[in-house]
């Protein structure tokens, strides 16, 4: 069994800082890519960043040069520092795994519960 745990969400000013991060438990041989996706009121689910296990990264265009995703591959975590904050940026994040290569089991998918970033003065 894989599971995802994200932590480091809150309340923060507009203009202030978060780090979030997520760890991945469980016997876990690797991980192809761990990302980032939000989910705001009112809207769809989308991707905010994720790093390929070979330290490529993408972003979406409304945070880019905002926010830096990293991992650590012996670790299983991957780390979302997010600076400039806006409003807009008011959402639950949601920690994702894919291609989860575990000694009985892969796993296409894994999704954490989610954390509650509130922007707001």
């Known amino acids: 069994q894989v599971q995802l745990v994200e932590s480091g969400g809150g309340l923060v000013q507009p203009g202030g800082s978060l780090r979030l991060s997520c760890a991945a438990s469980?016997?876990?041989?690797?991980?192809?890519?761990m990302g980032w996706y939000r989910q705001g009121p009112g809207n769809q689910r989308e991707l905010v960043a994720a790093i390929h296990s070979g330290g490529s990264t993408n972003y979406a265009d409304s945070v880019k040069g905002r926010f830096t995703i990293s991992r650590d591959n012996a670790k299983n975590t991957v780390l979302l520092q997010m600076n400039s904050l806006k409003p807009e940026d008011t959402a639950v994040y949601l920690c994702?795994?894919?291609?989860?290569?575990?000694?009985?089991?892969?796993?296409?998918?894994?999704w954490g519960q989610g954390t509650l970033v509130t922007v707001s003065s």
């Open positions: 469980g016997n876990i041989f690797s991980i192809y890519i």
């Open positions: 994702n795994a894919q291609d989860v290569v575990t000694p009985g089991h892969r796993y296409l998918e894994v």
